[in-house]
């Protein structure tokens, strides 16, 4: 009952930035509270965090945690019931299915293809890019400082420092780089 009160000052207190930024819509307000928010220290910050969150996302369950300096890019998320997220992840365009933990310094991006080249070899800005969602199924487990460009099915474990750059299959383990298959 505690937690539950809690959670409802939180939700208060991030009400106004939530209003502010559209709910997620402006994006430009939605990167300064998501910065913002990420720099707050200790249980306080991780209420603040998970409660905006709840607000701006597209989906977010309250009943997850995202540790300090760990930030959404892109409004265009969903956290699933339960979810742990470490210390100093940077999350783009992700479906994070229930009960999965993310280990510090993870970086899942919105896809592989975020910044093209023109005809001349010029790379293009991020506006340019195509953006895709990273699904990352339930009960999953995704090791210390690896980075997500690809789909990750429910029940997998991938290693720390591994690079997922194409989907990984339900109830297996991954690691590398590039992330292979070691068991399923």
Known sequence: MIKRLVQGVALLLVAVPALLCGFGRFRTLFTIFAHMYSQMPGIVGDYLRIAFYRLALEQCSLDSRVSFGSFFAHPEARVGEGVYIGSYCVLG??????????????????????????????????????????????????????????????????????????????NSVAVGNPARVLSA
């Open 93 to 170: 365009r992700v479906h994070i299915g229930a009960r999965t933990q993310i280990a510090s310094a993870v970086q899942v991006l919105s896809g592989k293809h975020q910044h093209a080249r023109d005809a001349e070899g010029r790379i293009s800005g991020s506006d340019q890019g195509s953006f895709t969602t990273v699904a990352i199924g339930a009960d999953c487990w995704i090791g210390a400082g690896a980075i997500v460009m690809a789909d990750i099915g429910d029940h997998v474990t991938i290693g720390a420092g591994a690079i997922v750059t194409k989907p990984i299959p339900a």
